[in-house]
């Protein structure tokens, strides 16, 4: 298939778009380095250097022979989108390219309206070129588990029916986002779902849960091609966090009561649900929405995970509760289903102490460049 990344650079583009030229399909990737310029604007560097764009494509290209395109614009700009269209034809799209930090879009004006104008704009940007360039082309966007909220009923995936007054029909299942980043996505969704009704688009939206890792089949080629891993609070996921904070001789910093609950993955699976998502196409005039996790874990138990693994290694590692400084539910009901994916034949590379003990390592390896600065700021309090 001809596949076009939408945001290749990032945490997960860049290891998305490896797998799939593994696999042998034509791949191109377009991103801005958004993600790289807001993190040197907020001082939170990943962990280690990353390669730009051109040189990991060329690093790739020395590994496996494979080429993948590489368009660096900002598709909020409609000649960038409308040019990378015309000239890739893609078959499928797969849509990465927003802001994706909930701390970040709460950190003041400018970055709410930032994350509100880019994700929007570039999903309405999406839709356009589809429709114009590509109108047969599966349009798979990553949203995220978020736009749910924490429900007091079961999470359906994606849909509910309703009975009211004796009549039945079935809603998008009822969405309650914690921060400005995740209300984008709900808007994403409401776009998404819009345009399918009005041009029979074929689209499927992933309610992602937060990811971790970092080393997939293809990243372990060869360093330079790992993905970012941000530790900080504004771009770092939980796991990560942990574990950097852990091998930094910080406590993990659990919010409040440690409770909240949510659906994990490994970045293994990320690949495989999105590789599964793109050979099993929605149909024509189908929103097709699947929740992408694998497993659920409060912070409490994640943190508990962190400390087992730190111990096999020697490192002792100290859990600390402090002042949440977001609001959210600490403890609450939480039951999302998750079956789509493994109808489709996902594999899950469930979280292990091996698994932990193995980016414990990595971050390890790079200790000294670990600022304590990034690991607690305050900034992202809301
Ligand atoms: N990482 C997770 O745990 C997670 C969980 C749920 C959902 N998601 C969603 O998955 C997607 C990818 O997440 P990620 O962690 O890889 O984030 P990321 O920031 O690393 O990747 C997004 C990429 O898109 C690019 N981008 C953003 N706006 C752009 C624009 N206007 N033009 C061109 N490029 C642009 C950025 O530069 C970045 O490289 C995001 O939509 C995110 O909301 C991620």
Known sequence: MRVLILGGDGYLGWPTAMHLSNKGHEVAVVDNYLRRDMCREQNVEPL????????RVEIWKSHTGRSIGVTIGDLRDWQVVSEVFSRYKPECIVHYAEQPSAPYSMLDRRASTLTLMNNLEVTANVIFAVKEFSPEAHLVKLGTMGEYGTPNIDIEEGWLDIEHNGRKQKFLYPRAAGSLYHTTKVLDTDLLWFYVRTWGL?????????????????????????????????????????????????????????????????ILDTLQCVRLALENPAENGELRIMNQFTETFSVNQLADFVAKAGTRLDISVEVKSIENPRKESEDHYYNPKHTAFQNLGLQVTPLSEDVLCEMMEMVMRHRDAISDGSIFSGKATW
Do not use: C
């Open 48 to 55: 280690y250097e990353t390669p730009n764009l051109h040189e």
């Open 202 to 266: 074929k689209v499927t939206d992933l309610m992602q849960g937060p990811v971790y890792g970092i080393y997939t089949n293809e990243s372990r080629m060869d360093p330079r091609l790992l993905p970012f891993f941000n530790y900080d609070e504004l771009f770092g996921t939980v796991v990560n966090r942990f574990v950097a904070q852990a091998v930094a001789g910080h406590p993990l910093t659990v919010y409040g009561k440690g409770g909240q609950t949510r659906g994990y993955l490994n």
